[in-house]
């Protein structure tokens, strides 16, 4: 298994998942400006949409869009606790939350992400429009450990690197309390930390 990958991209949910499930994976980092990786390949000859993260299994099939490749993994490497088996009501709460972070909160990051996209237009439309999706999760995690209930799962791993986007863009986290507390927690889990070593992020 490989992972192509970005520092600090969404593809570090993924890397994540992987250290959660314990598993052996080659990485290799995506410039993506150039669409070149470490080895000198042609990215768009791997992934045409050039974007990251892309997962070649180990039946040399490359998998590509973080929610879906998530999905993969847990099913393939069978493990309940990151998503419930089919017909397991909680189950679809967990792709619940999965698909409010691809389609929202990711989604409304890439503007801020976008050099193109004036600085007035980000901070008079953009950000408030991410910070008002950022208040429901807040208080989702008032009574919540985890954006499921009381265990990890697929989401969690993937509103981490959104919460460090936040950070970035020096949002003030003090307005909320409860995805503070989830973060400052999040950090101390060993997939994170392990992830976060391996891809140099302090």
Known sequence: MKLYYTKGACSLAVRIIINELGLPSEYESVDLKT???????????INPKGAVPVLL??????????????QYLAEKYHAPQLLPPVGDFKRYRVLE??????????????PLFNPIVPQDIKEQIFIP?????????????????????ENFTLPDAYLFVIIRWALYYKF??????????????LKERKSIKQSLEEEHIT
């Open 129 to 149: 429009l991410v910070k008002t999706k950022l208040n429901y999760v807040d208080k989702h995690l008032h009574p919540n450990k985890y954006l499921a209930g």
């Open 172 to 185: 003030d986290m003090d307005k909320w309390p409860y995805l503070s507390r989830y973060h400052a927690e």
């Open 35 to 45: 669409k070149q990786t470490a080895t000198g390949q042609d990215f768009l000859s």
């Open 97 to 110: 939350w999965q698909n409010y972070i691809t389609t929202e909160l990711h989604k409304g990051f890439s």
């Open 57 to 70: 299994t180990d039946d040399n099939e490359f998998l590509t869009e973080n929610a879906v490749i998530q």
